[in-house]
T-cell receptor
Framework: GAGVSQTPSNKVTEKGKYVELRCDPI?????LYWYRQSLGQGPEFLIY????????DSGLPNDRFFAVRPEGSVSTLKIQRTERGDSAVYLC?????????????FGPGTRLTVL | AQSVTQLGSHVSVSEGALVLLRCNYS??????LFWYVQYPNQGLQLLLK??????LVKGINGFEAEFKKSETSFHLTKPSAHMSDAAEYFC??????????FGSGTRLQVQP
């Protein structure tokens, strides 16, 4: 079946611009996660959705970052007033529920470059 | 808070040699532990996971890992490396907070 998909695969923007990154989870998965992976590092948690609501947004670095999942499926990560330090690969993952033993299935990521 | 330490950011082995990638965790509660592999320009793929059943966990592609509570370790091994194993490997811990906490990764090179 189809896996997690993310669009765009690459995004280049200028400092100060607004960007949106999209995630399509595996059909039927209720839990959705966003992570950020900087060069040479492991992924770092940003936000977790259970259904439509953000159950844990403690990983968002500041209020320029926001994410939504209005219908409990597709999610969009929004970054306002981008900064060069936001450059990273943004990963999305989904899991059937949100049990701690559930496998998280990752998408290929969106590489964001802020010039 | 939970954390994961992966010793060795780069590991190089010869084809056919033993692969050993080290992972130590820190957790105040019983952890669930995962190994993921990341091939170039691809998403993270689960290799195996420990969820408090058997301490020796077998995964895909011939990999296995052993949970050792006394050593707070979850090292990944494979008896015989193949060229296709060249990738980046991440250990992660999950302790009830929904998100995974990842180590910084180990890049495995396989020499012919």
């Amino acid at each position: 079946g189809a896996g997690v998909s993310q669009t765009p695969s690459n995004k280049v923007t200028e400092k100060g611009k607004y960007v949106e990154l999209r995630c399509d989870p595996i059909s039927g998965h209720t839990a959705l996660y966003w992570y950020r992976q900087s060069l040479g590092q492991g992924p770092e948690f940003l936000i977790y959705f259970q259904g439509t609501g953000a159950a844990d947004d403690s990983g968002l670095p500041n209020d320029r970052f926001f994410a939504v999942r209005p219908e409990g499926s597709v999610s969009t990560l929004k970054i306002q007033r981008t900064e060069r330090g936001d450059s990273a690969v943004y990963l999305c993952a989904s899991s059937p529920r949100s049990a701690t033993t559930d496998t998280q299935y990752f998408g290929p990521g969106t590489r964001l470059t802020v010039l | 808070a939970q954390s994961v330490t992966q010793l060795g950011s780069h590991v190089s082995v010869s084809e056919g040699a033993l692969v050993l990638l080290r992972c130590n965790y820190s957790s105040s509660v019983p952890p669930y532990l995962f190994w993921y592999v990341q091939y170039p320009n691809q998403g993270l793929q689960l290799l195996l996971k420990y969820t408090s059943a058997a301490t020796l966990v077998k995964g895909i592609n011939g990999f296995e890992a052993e949970f050792k509570k006394s050593e707070t370790s979850f090292h990944l091994t494979k008896p015989s490396a193949h060229m296709s194993d060249a990738a980046e490997y991440f250990c992660a811990v999950h302790t009830g907070r929904r998100a995974l906490t990842f180590g910084s990764g180990t890049r495995l090179q396989v020499q012919p």
